[in-house]
């Protein structure tokens, strides 16, 4: 690493002795603060029943994750079991390949697509001799790394504690147990005991702090009920900032990136002569953590109490019906199912599909489907929903979006205030 330190002359020299140049805040960056990049190996089990395509999806989410944050995927690798091995998740004969994949490629981590028990992150660690990462750990840092405000950063630890309580064991195998015996008796707790004491103290303290924050937020809320409230939901990466800071002007952080949002964001927005409250909230994922939902609940209360619902689609991913299916769990765990929504299938400029030559006599799949093809499916002709196709990224058909949110919202807005009807 080259050495910026002055000499007596006030000049630089290199670590070869050479005069250099005073160096730039990017030149220093690059050299002193650029993170170690870590490798990994990605691992998943299709269980029985369970279609391959499924879990290979499942696998490049998982490395998408693991890209945003920070780390460099180098081989996948995906075992059929009837379901996971309760001691190491994959079989003994897959371990011995994934050993060999991890001293061949010289890996720094593994990660496991779904979540481990506390059995099987201690038997993996010894089995591989590194750090062993699983789904819900990585969401987690992803969590930790986007949070910015006091409120998301208090609702990540939580989680975190949560997640880490059960698995204390795995972290203090070095320290043993007092052995018993003359002059081996003390009256003192084992060091895993005091920091699971600790990290008890700790979630208790998070949650009453959480609380105080749910009723702020309850009351700021309660200021807000005399203007509809609308709610932008998702799964993540699917352009739900991005169509937020077009219909309010605002510039909420828009990146290319899985949970780059975590803070609630409202914004007053004014369509013709009718204002309503627009609100941007934290993307969902398949196999969301469920302490991340009972962390994340007064930042959820948005979406619960909002009154008219826009589900965000990419049109543009192969599986975006597993994604809509996602969102739908996520909504019904927190009893949002039965809420007004326009379903808005977004990216409709990335979209493609593979055209049907006139001799192919196989039956037509969904990656043969036009666009206007798919127009006419029960997708976009569900009784329950309204549905628009728009590019939040070119602005198209967003008059026709701004069209429907307002017919919609003068529809609640009637229905609340009808002595209001006159001002429309």
Not at 65 to 73: D, F, H, I, K, R
Not at 150 to 155: D, E, I, L, V
Not at 221 to 249: C, D, I, Q
Request: hydrophobic letters at 35%; glycine letters at 4%; proline letters at 4%.
């Amino acid at each position: 690493m080259p050495n910026w330190n002055p000499n007596k002359q006030g000049k630089f020299r290199n670590s070869l002795g050479e005069e250099s140049k005073r160096p730039s805040p990017q030149e220093r960056n690059t050299f002193e603060n650029k993170p170690p990049v870590e490798k990994a190996i990605l691992v998943a089990v299709c269980p029985q029943g369970v279609k391959m395509e499924y879990s290979e999806e499942c696998l490049a989410e998982l490395e998408f994750l693991l890209q945003t944050a920070g780390g460099v995927p180098v081989k996948k690798v995906i075992q059929r079991l009837d379901r996971p091995d309760t001691r190491t998740y994959i079989g003994s004969g897959k371990l011995e390949e994934v050993l060999g994949y991890k001293e061949a490629l010289d890996a720094d981590i593994l990660v496991f697509d779904d979540e481990l028990s506390p059995a099987q992150l201690r038997n993996l660690e010894r089995s591989f001799g590194c750090r062993i990462l699983d789904r819900t750990t990585l969401i987690l840092d992803i969590f930790a790394k986007h949070a910015r405000t006091s409120t998301a950063k208090t609702q990540v630890e939580l989680a975190q504690l949560q997640y880490m309580l059960p698995r204390l064991t795995r972290m203090w195998t070095h320290l043993e147990r007092q052995r018993g015996g003359i002059g081996m008796r003390g009256p003192g707790e084992t060091q895993i005991e005091t920091d699971r004491r600790l990290i008890t103290e700790k979630i208790s303290l998070l949650k009453e702090r959480l609380s105080n924050i749910d009723k702020q937020k309850t009351l700021q809320r309660k200021n807000r009920e005399s203007l509809v409230r609308v709610a932008l939901v998702g799964y993540t990466n699917v352009g739900k900032s991005t169509l937020m800071n077009l219909l309010s002007k605002s510039d909420v952080t828009a990146e290319n990136k899985l949970f780059a949002t975590l803070d609630t964001t409202v914004r007053k927005v004014v369509i013709e002569n009718l204002p309503f409250l627009l609100t941007d909230t934290v993307g969902f994922i398949r196999k969301l953590p469920h302490g991340l939902v009972e962390s994340f609940k007064s930042t959820l209360d948005e979406v619960r109490e909002a009154d008219l619902l826009l589900h965000i689609v990419d049109i543009s991913h192969r599986n975006y019906e597993e994604q809509i299916a996602a969102v739908n769990r996520t909504l019904d765990e927190i009893g949002c199912a039965d809420k007004p929504t326009i379903m808005v299938f977004n990216k409709i400029d990335a979209y493609s599909y593979t055209p049907k030559d006139e001799d192919d006599l196989t039956p037509m799949t969904k990656a043969n489907w036009t666009l206007d093809m798919l127009k006419e499916t029960w997708i976009a002709k569900n009784p329950n929903h309204k549905t628009i196709f728009i590019s939040a990224a070119n602005k198209e058909n967003i008059d026709a979006l701004r069209t429907l949110m307002y017919n919609d919202i003068k529809h609640i807005h009637a229905v609340r205030y009808p002595y209001n009807n006159f001002l429309y």
